[in-house]
């Protein structure tokens, strides 16, 4: 699988195209598209592969963040840039709450949404992970930050093997992040008080929806995910037990048999 090609969206949307086949999806990332822009990763294909690997068969568009506003400016973003229906509408883990809130605003232009590793609330310890975060930047630590955002592998030796490459990466590791000050600002609105808007939007969401987590996600737990299938009027809900929010990374596969069967049936 080769990417198609990576850039901006209407001179403002980051995104990386790729993939290939009958079926188009467009994929709303999680927070590393905060951290970093899309368009100025060095490595696009990375991310490609990822999406490819849980969307065989789909022509797939990853769209980012411009950063700087709330939900609605990122809900208007993505409706700027799409303009016809697309068959999957999936948001990963923070882009979960921007999907809901897209396919609640333009049900026409969604005909299934999947929410992965995402849901429209943090748990009590997916709380306490984002004021971490937070507290990172406060102090200008991206190394902290991504700490807090990459150690989430259940397999112990894939944590091992991430500390290896941020050991060795010294500061070239942080070095696409966006200011640790925008991000922080970013931060303070996406997950302040906006965040309780989203179980409204998840009761709006007229399509087809399809939550898939892991029982062991370190920010979305069981509660979470069987919350939001509940709230979303037309949910499936799949769980794989003791997977963490590396959920799509680890059994790729296995999500990507989970997406393929709500897409048909």
């Given at each position: 699988?080769?990417?198609?090609?990576?850039?901006?969206?209407?001179?403002?949307?980051?995104?990386?195209?790729?993939?290939?086949?009958?079926?188009?999806?467009?994929?709303?990332?999680?927070?590393?598209?905060?951290?970093?822009?899309?368009?100025?990763?060095?490595?696009?294909g990375r991310y490609a592969r990822?999406?490819?690997?849980?969307?065989?068969?789909?022509?797939?568009?990853?769209?980012?963040?411009?950063?700087?506003?709330?939900?609605?400016?990122?809900?208007?973003?993505?409706?700027?840039?799409?303009?016809?229906?697309?068959?999957?509408?999936?948001?990963?883990?923070?882009?979960?709450?921007?999907?809901?809130?897209?396919?609640?605003?333009?049900?026409?232009?969604?005909?299934?949404?999947?929410?992965?590793?995402?849901?429209?609330?943090?748990?009590?310890?997916?709380?306490?992970?984002?004021?971490?975060?937070?507290?990172?930047?406060?102090?200008?630590?991206?190394?902290?930050?991504?700490?807090?955002?990459?150690?989430?592998?259940?397999?112990?030796?894939?944590?091992?093997?991430?500390?290896?490459?941020?050991?060795?990466?010294?500061?070239?590791?942080?070095?696409?992040?966006?200011?640790?000050?925008?991000?922080?600002?970013?931060?303070?609105?996406?997950?302040?008080?906006?965040?309780?808007?989203?179980?409204?939007?998840?009761?709006?969401?007229?399509?087809?929806?399809?939550?898939?987590?892991?029982?062991?996600?370190?920010?979305?737990?069981?509660?979470?995910?069987?919350?939001?299938?509940?709230?979303?009027?037309?949910?499936?809900?799949?769980?794989?037990?003791?997977?963490?929010?590396?959920?799509?990374?680890?059994?790729?596969?296995?999500?990507?048999?989970?997406?393929?069967?709500?897409?048909?049936?």
């Amino acid at each position: 699988m080769t990417v198609v090609e990576s850039g901006l969206l209407q001179g403002r949307v980051p995104y990386i195209r790729g993939g290939s086949g009958p079926r188009e999806a467009l994929v709303l990332f999680g927070v590393n598209a905060l951290l970093k822009r899309l368009d100025q990763t060095s490595d696009p294909g990375r991310y490609a592969r990822q999406v490819a690997a849980i969307l065989p068969g789909y022509r797939f568009t990853i769209l980012g963040y411009a950063g700087g506003g709330g939900y609605g400016d990122l809900v208007r973003d993505v409706a700027a840039v799409v303009d016809r229906p697309v068959d999957l509408l999936i948001g990963i883990s923070f882009g979960g709450f921007v999907a809901v809130r897209f396919a609640a605003e333009y049900p026409e232009v969604v005909r299934r949404l999947v929410l992965l590793v995402s849901a429209h609330r943090f748990s009590d310890a997916g709380r306490r992970s984002v004021e971490g975060q937070m507290a990172a930047l406060e102090g200008g630590d991206l190394r902290r930050l991504v700490s807090e955002n990459a150690l989430l592998f259940r397999r112990p030796w894939y944590n091992a093997l991430v500390r290896l490459r941020f050991a060795m990466g010294g500061e070239s590791v942080t070095l696409a992040f966006r200011q640790a000050a925008e991000i922080l600002r970013d931060y303070r609105v996406l997950f302040g008080a906006e965040l309780a808007e989203n179980a409204a939007y998840c009761r709006r969401v007229v399509s087809p929806a399809l939550v898939i987590g892991g029982t062991g996600d370190q920010l979305f737990d069981r509660t979470c995910f069987e919350e939001t299938a509940a709230l979303i009027p037309k949910a499936q809900l799949r769980l794989f037990e003791g997977e963490t929010h590396m959920l799509p990374v680890e059994r790729s596969r296995d999500v990507a048999r989970a997406i393929a069967a709500f897409a048909d049936y």
